[in-house]
């Protein structure tokens, strides 16, 4: 298992920025591909982004296109979430996520290819 814990939310206008981290610690967490799923209040969890093991691939849902970054940096087992031109329908639990195998037959947004979570951050956005 791999410990995760996010940080970087917040309060913001709509149009602002923001950006999540999430720091990994215990399994190897470089070996594995990291997500960002994020819950709004009464709604299911979604899925937001994911970035390959090396950075090389990243993989966003229609929402998150051209308005969030993910990235990562491995030398510091941690996992970025660049989110720029916020809007109200942003507001969520964010949660970070790395990858369990087996993973094969799962889509790449699949809840069920993360087996480590961390606790959520909130951020909200204000209109």
């Known amino acids: 298992q791999v410990q995760l814990v996010e940080s970087g939310g917040g309060l913001v206008q709509a149009g602002g920025s923001l950006r999540l981290s999430c720091a990994a610690s215990?399994?190897?967490?470089?070996?594995?591909?990291m997500g960002w799923f994020r819950q709004a209040p009464g709604k299911e969890r979604e899925f937001v982004a994911r970035?390959?093991?090396?950075?090389?691939?990243?993989y966003y849902a229609d929402s998150a296109k051209g308005r969030f970054t993910i990235s990562r940096e491995n030398a510091k087992n941690t996992v970025f979430l660049q989110m720029n031109s916020l809007k109200p329908e942003d507001t969520a639990v964010y949660y970070c996520?790395?990858?369990?195998?087996?993973?094969?037959?799962?889509?790449?947004?699949?809840?069920?290819?993360?087996?480590?979570w961390g606790q959520g951050t909130q951020v909200t956005v204000s209109s």
């Open positions: 970035i390959s093991w090396n950075g090389g691939t990243t």
């Open positions: 215990g399994r190897t967490s470089s070996s594995y591909a």
């Open positions: 996520a790395a990858e369990s195998p087996p993973t094969v037959g799962w889509g790449l947004s699949d809840r069920r290819r993360f087996g480590s």
